[in-house]
Protein backbone atom coordinates (compact mmCIF):
# COMPACT_ATOMS: atom_id res chain seq x y z
CA UNK A 1 0.00 0.00 0.00
CA UNK A 2 1.37 3.47 -0.93
CA UNK A 3 1.78 5.88 2.40
CA UNK A 4 0.45 9.26 2.94
CA UNK A 5 1.37 11.75 0.63
CA UNK A 6 1.47 15.32 0.84
CA UNK A 7 2.31 18.17 -2.06
CA UNK A 8 3.54 20.40 -2.39
CA UNK A 9 6.90 19.46 0.13
CA UNK A 10 8.21 22.77 -0.19
CA UNK A 11 6.84 25.97 -0.15
CA UNK A 12 7.89 29.79 0.25
CA UNK A 13 5.42 32.55 0.51
CA UNK A 14 5.16 35.88 1.10
CA UNK A 15 3.15 38.06 4.42
CA UNK A 16 -0.50 38.34 3.48
CA UNK A 17 -0.35 35.83 1.03
CA UNK A 18 -2.64 32.53 1.22
CA UNK A 19 -1.58 28.86 0.79
CA UNK A 20 -3.54 25.23 0.17
CA UNK A 21 -1.60 22.19 1.07
CA UNK A 22 -2.64 19.08 -0.07
CA UNK A 23 -3.00 15.05 1.54
CA UNK A 24 -3.68 12.26 0.19
CA UNK A 25 -4.36 9.09 2.93
CA UNK A 26 -3.75 5.90 2.68
CA UNK A 27 -6.04 3.68 0.50
CA UNK A 28 -9.10 2.90 2.30
CA UNK A 29 -8.39 5.35 5.31
CA UNK A 30 -10.80 8.05 5.49
CA UNK A 31 -9.62 9.97 8.21
CA UNK A 32 -6.95 12.71 8.11
CA UNK A 33 -5.64 15.02 10.54
CA UNK A 34 -3.44 17.97 10.30
CA UNK A 35 -0.56 19.07 12.72
CA UNK A 36 1.60 22.11 12.73
CA UNK A 37 5.11 21.65 14.13
CA UNK A 38 7.41 24.60 14.84
CA UNK A 39 10.11 24.99 16.99
CA UNK A 40 8.63 26.80 19.82
CA UNK A 41 5.86 25.02 19.87
CA UNK A 42 6.30 21.54 19.20
CA UNK A 43 3.63 19.46 17.60
CA UNK A 44 0.46 21.23 17.79
CA UNK A 45 -3.28 19.45 16.08
CA UNK A 46 -4.91 21.81 13.39
CA UNK A 47 -8.29 19.93 13.15
CA UNK A 48 -9.30 16.26 11.60
CA UNK A 49 -11.76 15.33 8.56
CA UNK A 50 -13.86 11.97 8.46
CA UNK A 51 -16.07 11.22 5.58
CA UNK A 52 -16.15 15.12 4.15
CA UNK A 53 -16.53 16.39 8.09
CA UNK A 54 -15.07 18.30 10.34
CA UNK A 55 -14.59 16.19 13.70
CA UNK A 56 -12.36 17.91 15.98
CA UNK A 57 -10.84 21.53 15.72
CA UNK A 58 -7.52 22.49 17.25
CA UNK A 59 -6.93 26.39 18.75
CA UNK A 60 -6.01 28.02 15.71
CA UNK A 61 -7.03 31.26 14.26
CA UNK A 62 -10.11 31.35 11.44
CA UNK A 63 -7.45 31.42 8.97
CA UNK A 64 -6.32 27.95 9.25
CA UNK A 65 -9.08 26.08 7.27
CA UNK A 66 -9.42 22.50 5.68
CA UNK A 67 -11.41 20.61 4.01
CA UNK A 68 -12.29 16.79 2.47
CA UNK A 69 -13.15 15.47 -0.77
CA UNK A 70 -15.58 12.49 -1.34
CA UNK A 71 -11.99 10.56 -2.34
CA UNK A 72 -10.88 10.85 1.08
CA UNK A 73 -7.98 13.89 -0.08
CA UNK A 74 -7.59 16.98 2.15
CA UNK A 75 -6.74 19.98 1.53
CA UNK A 76 -5.67 23.12 4.40
CA UNK A 77 -5.11 26.81 3.38
CA UNK A 78 -4.26 29.08 5.29
CA UNK A 79 -4.82 32.92 4.33
CA UNK A 80 -3.18 35.98 5.16
CA UNK A 81 -0.10 34.72 5.76
CA UNK A 82 1.83 35.55 9.03
CA UNK A 83 5.42 34.89 9.92
CA UNK A 84 4.46 32.48 12.01
CA UNK A 85 2.96 30.12 10.24
CA UNK A 86 6.35 28.81 8.63
CA UNK A 87 6.73 25.82 9.78
CA UNK A 88 6.44 21.74 8.94
CA UNK A 89 3.13 20.87 8.07
CA UNK A 90 2.06 17.21 8.71
CA UNK A 91 -0.95 15.09 7.64
CA UNK A 92 -1.52 11.71 9.36
CA UNK A 93 -4.39 9.30 8.08
CA UNK A 94 -6.11 6.29 9.65
CA UNK A 95 -8.66 4.24 9.23
CA UNK A 96 -11.13 5.56 11.79
CA UNK A 97 -12.33 8.99 12.92
CA UNK A 98 -10.19 10.61 15.95
CA UNK A 99 -7.19 8.87 17.21
CA UNK A 100 -8.71 7.08 19.66
CA UNK A 101 -7.94 3.34 18.81
CA UNK A 102 -6.17 3.41 16.14
CA UNK A 103 -2.94 4.05 14.73
CA UNK A 104 -2.00 7.20 12.84
CA UNK A 105 -0.08 7.22 9.95
CA UNK A 106 2.30 10.53 9.02
CA UNK A 107 2.98 11.90 5.95
CA UNK A 108 6.30 13.74 5.15
CA UNK A 109 5.20 17.25 5.41
CA UNK A 110 5.09 20.34 3.64
CA UNK A 111 7.71 22.64 5.00
CA UNK A 112 6.04 26.42 4.76
CA UNK A 113 8.48 29.56 4.73
CA UNK A 114 6.74 32.76 5.33
CA UNK A 115 9.35 36.10 4.40
CA UNK B 1 -6.22 17.81 26.77
CA UNK B 2 -3.78 15.28 27.83
CA UNK B 3 -0.33 16.46 28.82
CA UNK B 4 2.66 14.36 27.65
CA UNK B 5 6.15 14.72 29.05
CA UNK B 6 9.49 12.89 27.62
CA UNK B 7 12.51 12.60 29.46
CA UNK B 8 15.88 13.30 28.85
CA UNK B 9 15.46 16.09 25.97
CA UNK B 10 18.21 14.87 24.78
CA UNK B 11 21.22 12.07 25.42
CA UNK B 12 24.43 11.11 23.83
CA UNK B 13 25.04 7.66 22.98
CA UNK B 14 28.16 5.50 22.25
CA UNK B 15 27.43 3.10 19.08
CA UNK B 16 26.44 -0.15 20.87
CA UNK B 17 25.22 1.87 24.57
CA UNK B 18 21.76 0.92 25.56
CA UNK B 19 19.13 3.61 26.28
CA UNK B 20 15.54 4.15 27.99
CA UNK B 21 13.40 7.21 26.42
CA UNK B 22 10.41 7.94 29.18
CA UNK B 23 6.98 9.24 28.35
CA UNK B 24 4.37 10.06 31.49
CA UNK B 25 0.98 11.23 30.54
CA UNK B 26 -1.65 12.95 32.32
CA UNK B 27 -4.87 10.72 32.08
CA UNK B 28 -5.58 7.62 30.97
CA UNK B 29 -5.17 7.01 27.40
CA UNK B 30 -6.57 4.41 24.64
CA UNK B 31 -4.01 4.77 22.16
CA UNK B 32 0.18 5.79 23.11
CA UNK B 33 2.46 5.79 20.02
CA UNK B 34 6.17 5.91 19.47
CA UNK B 35 7.51 7.77 16.69
CA UNK B 36 11.34 8.34 15.15
CA UNK B 37 11.12 12.18 13.19
CA UNK B 38 13.64 11.88 10.42
CA UNK B 39 16.23 14.28 9.45
CA UNK B 40 13.32 14.93 6.46
CA UNK B 41 11.09 15.97 9.24
CA UNK B 42 8.57 12.80 8.51
CA UNK B 43 7.23 11.01 11.49
CA UNK B 44 7.94 7.22 11.09
CA UNK B 45 5.96 4.90 12.89
CA UNK B 46 7.87 2.87 15.76
CA UNK B 47 5.02 1.32 18.29
CA UNK B 48 1.46 1.38 18.94
CA UNK B 49 1.20 0.47 22.28
CA UNK B 50 -1.64 1.78 24.58
CA UNK B 51 -0.78 -1.05 27.22
CA UNK B 52 2.06 -3.63 27.63
CA UNK B 53 5.07 -4.70 25.62
CA UNK B 54 6.06 -4.93 22.64
CA UNK B 55 9.75 -5.37 20.59
CA UNK B 56 10.67 -4.81 16.86
CA UNK B 57 14.15 -5.89 16.25
CA UNK B 58 16.59 -3.76 18.53
CA UNK B 59 13.48 -1.26 19.73
CA UNK B 60 10.97 -2.44 22.16
CA UNK B 61 8.63 -0.01 24.31
CA UNK B 62 6.46 -0.78 27.44
CA UNK B 63 3.30 0.78 28.41
CA UNK B 64 2.26 0.70 32.03
CA UNK B 65 -1.53 2.48 31.69
CA UNK B 66 -2.56 2.15 35.24
CA UNK B 67 0.90 4.29 36.73
CA UNK B 68 0.52 6.71 33.00
CA UNK B 69 3.95 5.81 31.56
CA UNK B 70 5.63 4.51 28.89
CA UNK B 71 9.49 3.67 28.05
CA UNK B 72 11.10 3.20 24.64
CA UNK B 73 14.18 1.41 24.96
CA UNK B 74 16.72 1.16 22.37
CA UNK B 75 19.76 -1.74 22.36
CA UNK B 76 22.52 -1.86 20.70
CA UNK B 77 22.53 1.79 19.19
CA UNK B 78 23.62 2.26 15.45
CA UNK B 79 24.17 6.14 14.15
CA UNK B 80 21.28 5.46 12.46
CA UNK B 81 19.09 5.49 15.58
CA UNK B 82 19.96 9.35 15.93
CA UNK B 83 16.91 11.93 15.30
CA UNK B 84 14.36 13.01 17.31
CA UNK B 85 11.81 10.56 19.21
CA UNK B 86 7.98 11.43 20.21
CA UNK B 87 5.84 9.64 22.03
CA UNK B 88 2.25 10.78 21.61
CA UNK B 89 -1.29 10.18 23.40
CA UNK B 90 -4.87 10.39 22.73
CA UNK B 91 -7.68 12.09 23.12
CA UNK B 92 -9.80 12.66 20.15
CA UNK B 93 -6.19 13.94 18.52
CA UNK B 94 -2.62 13.13 19.60
CA UNK B 95 -0.88 15.11 21.74
CA UNK B 96 2.77 14.97 21.62
CA UNK B 97 5.66 15.38 24.06
CA UNK B 98 8.50 17.80 23.32
CA UNK B 99 10.37 14.71 21.88
CA UNK B 100 13.98 13.29 22.95
CA UNK B 101 16.43 14.10 20.47
CA UNK B 102 19.18 10.97 20.51
CA UNK B 103 22.46 11.29 19.08
CA UNK B 104 24.46 8.34 18.54
CA UNK B 105 28.12 8.69 18.12
CA UNK B 106 30.43 6.63 16.00
Known amino acids: KAGVTQTPRYLIKTRGQQVTLSCSPISGHRSVSWYQQTPGQGLQFLFEYFSETQRNKGNFPGRFSGRQFSNSRSEMNVSTLELGDSALYLC??????????????FGPGTRLTVL | GIQVEQSPPDLILQEGANSTLRCNFSDSVNNLQWFHQNPWGQLINLFYIPSGTKQNGRLSATTVATERYSLLYISSSQTTDSGVYFC????????FGAGTTVTVRA
Open chain 2, 88 to 95: AANDYKLS
Open chain 1, 92 to 105: ASSATSGASTDTQY
